[in-house]
Every structure is written in C-alpha cells, then in structure tokens.
C-alpha cells in the first residue's frame, strides 16, 4: 500500500498530484477527483468524503451510470487477467473473490452477465463489506430491482467504496461516522 498522506498534505496539493493520488478513490475517476479537488480545503476525512458524495449526487442519470460502469464485473474477465486496479483486487481478494470455486465462479458470471444486460452497467457492490456468498446473493436479489432503484443503489455502494478508499489514503483519518448510506 502507498504511503498515506496527512490532511494537511492533501489541502496543499495542486491539480495534478491531487489527481494523481486520488484518481481510483471513484474507480477510473479522473474527472471526479479534478471536480473535488476544488472543494479544499477539506476540514476532515468526512468532508473529503461528503465532496465526493456531493458530487456524485449532482450528476444526472447517465453520469452516474458512467461512474458504475467504470467498474469492473467482480471476478469478471479483467479480474482473471490481472487487469484490475490496485483497489479492486485487494477489495475482490477480501471478499474471496480471487478464490472462488468453478461452481461460484460460473454462477457469479452468470448473473453479472444477466445484471449487465438488464440495466447495461455493471453490478457493483462494496466488497469490503461483504463475502462471496453475501454477493452471489445481492445478485440475485438485485437484478429484481427497477432500473431507477438499482441505480440509485449502485451509487450508493460506490460511496462506500469510497469510504474505504479514502481511510486507505488518509492517515490519521478522523472520520467520526461510516457513510449513512
């Protein structure tokens, strides 16, 4: 893991070392970090993750079904190659992702491919919080739900990704409450 970095330290950076840092904070979310690096200075891991909060509920619809699918299918075809980023294979690895057996791993391909077609973006889940079998079911369950509300929950599940994420990145994080989500 890198080394963590001070509040204090993130309030100085500039632009790009902002984004540098905190780019996959949203998976592949360059153009997030740019947007919430504009919010400093942050007075608290909690401010730093409502910016980013905040910001993802201002997008519409398609931009935040954007935001889930830059997410990729978990123990899907870039898991296998290794084409992860660095967050989601030590976030599948908890979950048991990485070590699932021919049965699970058929049955979870299945559904991403099913969810995947159904609403046309990946199911995503907070793997942090969960294991193989608390996913294999939220599949499941999940691919019941409406467009709108699957949406809507897939966001919210990237917020507490980004949670984790960001305790990952910050020391001394003085976060007083998880994400009400």
Same mark, same amino acid.
């Given at each position: 893991? @890198?080394?963590r970095? =001070?509040?204090?330290a993130?309030n100085?950076?500039g632009? $790009?070392?902002?984004?540098?840092?905190?780019?996959n *904070?949203?998976e +592949?979310g360059?153009?997030?970090?740019?947007?919430?690096? #504009?919010?400093?200075p942050?007075?608290?891991?909690d401010h730093?993750h409502?910016?980013?909060?905040?910001?993802?509920?201002?997008?519409p @619809? @398609?931009?935040?079904?954007?935001?889930?699918?830059? +997410? /990729?299918?978990?123990?899907?075809?870039l @898991?296998?190659?290794?084409?992860l980023t =660095?967050?989601?294979?030590? $976030?599948?690895? =908890?979950a048991?992702l %990485? %070590?699932?057996?021919?049965e699970?791993? #058929?049955?979870?391909?299945?559904?991403?491919?099913?969810?995947? $077609?159904?609403?046309?973006? /990946?199911?995503? *889940?907070?793997?942090?919080?969960n294991k193989?079998?608390?996913?294999?079911?939220?599949?499941?369950?999940r691919?019941?739900?409406?467009?709108?509300?699957?949406?809507?929950?897939?966001v919210?599940?990237?917020?507490?990704?980004? &949670? &984790?994420?960001?305790?990952?990145?910050?020391?001394?994080?003085s =976060?007083?409450? +998880? /994400?009400?989500?």
């Amino acid at each position: 893991m @890198a080394e963590r970095l =001070s509040l204090e330290a993130v309030n100085q950076q500039g632009y $790009e070392e902002f984004i540098q840092n905190f780019t996959n *904070i949203v998976e +592949h979310g360059m153009l997030i970090a740019g947007a919430v690096w #504009s919010y400093r200075p942050f007075r608290n891991l909690d401010h730093l993750h409502q910016c980013f909060c905040d910001f993802m509920d201002s997008l519409p @619809a @398609a931009g935040k079904q954007s935001i889930l699918r830059c +997410h /990729p299918n978990l123990a899907g075809k870039l @898991a296998r190659r290794g084409q992860l980023t =660095s967050e989601s294979e030590q $976030e599948q690895a =908890s979950a048991g992702l %990485s %070590s699932l057996t021919e049965e699970q791993f #058929s049955q979870i391909n299945k559904n991403n491919a099913t969810y995947r $077609e159904k609403f046309s973006f /990946p199911f995503v *889940i907070c793997a942090r919080e969960n294991k193989v079998a608390s996913i294999l079911q939220g599949l499941e369950t999940r691919i019941q739900n409406s467009e709108e509300l699957e949406l809507q929950t897939g966001v919210e599940e990237v917020k507490k990704i980004v &949670y &984790y994420r960001l305790l990952d990145k910050i020391q001394d994080a003085s =976060s007083t409450n +998880h /994400p009400k989500l």
